[in-house]
């Protein structure tokens, strides 16, 4: 049996997806926990990938609830964001 080591790189990714979720880029820190959890399983026979797949659902989830905070905001007319996914779908802000 071979001893499988941590993937460093994948780490540190996934751990910007998680600062990009905090810094309020939702559909980039998605978009790059989504490659993390591919790059990830297809490793999984060389690499450890718990802590990679781990911080990157956790960044996919807070993303995901801001993200839509944001479209509820948007939706109700109350929404103050410049964000430009939001100005994509929704266009020019009132």
Do not use: H
């Not at 600062?19 to 559909?27: I, T």
């Not at 820190?29 to 781990?54: C, H, Q, W």
């Amino acid at each position: 049996m071979t001893e499988r080591k941590f993937n460093i790189p994948l780490i540190i990714i996934s751990i910007l997806a998680l600062a990009l979720g905090l810094f309020g880029f939702s559909a980039e820190s998605i978009l790059l926990g989504v490659i993390t959890i591919i790059f990830s399983v297809k490793m999984r026979e060389k690499y450890l990938i718990k802590i990679p797949i781990a911080i990157s659902i956790i960044a996919i989830l807070g993303s995901g609830l801001f993200l839509s905070f944001l479209i509820w905001q948007e939706v109700k007319g109350i929404g103050s964001t410049n964000y430009w996914l939001m100005r994509l779908i929704f266009g020019k802000m009132r």
